[in-house]
């Protein structure tokens, strides 16, 4: 942590490296809990004709949400790129950031190798797609706040939890294989969640009026990352009606986070953290209404022939 930095961000940055042996516990307790598998374990290059009979089962929408999955995975590099920019390669959030891309990465590979071997899209197209999110580069607004940052990745580590569990339900009747990988995915993104989440409420904990100020800065309105990909707002309108992931997934993790975190109970605040507080606990109502709105604009029916030029059979 060697960067010239604002007296504020110094402070964020001295408590997380104070933070360090209760980060080395939980980094401790996700390896114990972990299930490390590979790609190569999954997929069996003998097995490609038949994965790719079953997967001319699967409907367009579960297509589009694995396309969908498969480019948030491969946004990798922006998040190992967001948390490296506050840890140093010898603290123990620098090991964390390390074990965590090494798990990530696996995310990304096997979705990939599925979809190549199941011959689901037109590969070139994806790339495509895949490249342009990279080179597009992505700077939420929580870039150069670390406590931001851990509130971001306790909400996006449940929200692609959810997503790829959704998504394997949806496959399961087409493609066992498919409903499989994505188990094994989610269940890794949940153990992320966790320690992301754990990490968040000890800097409650230890810093409890700036923390709320960082979980108010992004709890609100969840950025994906994928939104500069071209077509994502298509894809996941698809995700959002299949019930894949939506609004209403969000404001069941935003309520859930503020129960552990027992944001209600929260103590040692400032006038305007008890403000704060207020304002974060009327969140989950505030956010259930405008999923209301955002579901009835989006009740037409699925429009199946909706364009990606990576799905064949979709233009
Ligand atoms: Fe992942
Ligand atoms: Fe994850």
């Not at 999954?42 to 949400?65: C, F, K, N």
């Not at 935003?254 to 109970?265: F, G, K």
């Amino acid at each position: 942590m060697t960067h010239t930095h604002s007296p504020e961000l110094r402070e964020q940055l001295g408590l997380l490296n104070a933070l360090s042996p209760q980060i080395e516990t939980l980094i401790e307790r996700h390896i114990e809990q972990r299930n490390l598998w590979f790609p190569a374990q999954l997929l069996d290059p003998e097995e490609r004709e038949e994965l790719a009979e079953r997967a001319r089962q699967l409907p367009q929408s579960v297509r589009a949400g694995l396309a969908l999955n498969l480019l948030t995975e491969e946004g990798l590099p922006h998040f190992h790129r967001l948390i490296a920019q506050h840890t140093g390669e010898d603290s123990a959030w620098g090991y964390w950031n390390n074990v965590w891309t090494a798990e990530e990465d696996r995310h990304g590979c096997i979705l990939r190798d599925y979809a190549r071997d199941a011959k689901v899209f037109d590969m070139l197209a994806l790339e495509k797609l895949q490249y342009q999110y990279l080179e597009a580069g992505f700077n939420p607004q929580w870039h150069s706040d670390p406590y931001r940052l851990v509130a971001y990745t306790s909400l996006q580590e449940k929200a692609t939890q959810l997503s790829h569990a959704n998504l394997a339900r949806l496959a399961a009747p087409h493609e066992p294989k498919l409903q499989h990988i994505l188990s094994r995915v989610a269940a890794d993104e949940s153990r992320h969640h966790k320690f992301y989440r754990d990490t968040f409420a000890l800097l409650l904990d230890a810093d409890p009026d700036r923390a709320l100020r960082a979980a108010w800065a992004v709890m609100p309105r969840m950025i994906m990352p994928g939104h500069t990909i071209p077509g994502y707002r298509q894809l996941s309108d698809i995700a959002h009606r299949a019930g894949i992931y939506g609004p209403r997934d969000y404001a069941i993790i935003v309520s859930q986070l503020l129960d552990t975190w027992r944001i209600a109970a929260a103590h040692g605040l400032s006038h305007s953290g008890e403000r704060l507080r207020e304002k974060l606990l009327g969140l989950p109502a505030r956010i259930n209404k405008l999923a209301e709105l955002v579901t009835s604009r989006r009740s037409q029916p699925e429009n199946e022939t909706t364009p990606f030029d990576f799905l064949p059979g979709s233009a």
